[in-house]
């Protein structure tokens, strides 16, 4: 698997209840999968949490 900037130990998962794929940064949501209907691309999530 090719990974980008984010490393181990810089992101959490918590699982949810909804089954919904969230992006939170330093508590505000940067993404979510259930408002937009597909999941992020690798880069969108290195740019959305670094």
Known sequence: ME???VKP???????GA???FEIFR???P???RLASGR???N???????L
């Open 26 to 28: 330093d508590g505000t």
């Open 43 to 49: 880069a969108e999530i290195d740019a959305l949490v």
């Open 9 to 15: 130990g810089d992101v959490e998962i918590v699982p």
């Open 3 to 5: 990974t980008g900037a």
């Open 18 to 20: 909804t089954g919904a």
């Open 30 to 32: 940067v993404f979510s």
């Open 39 to 41: 999941f992020p691309e």
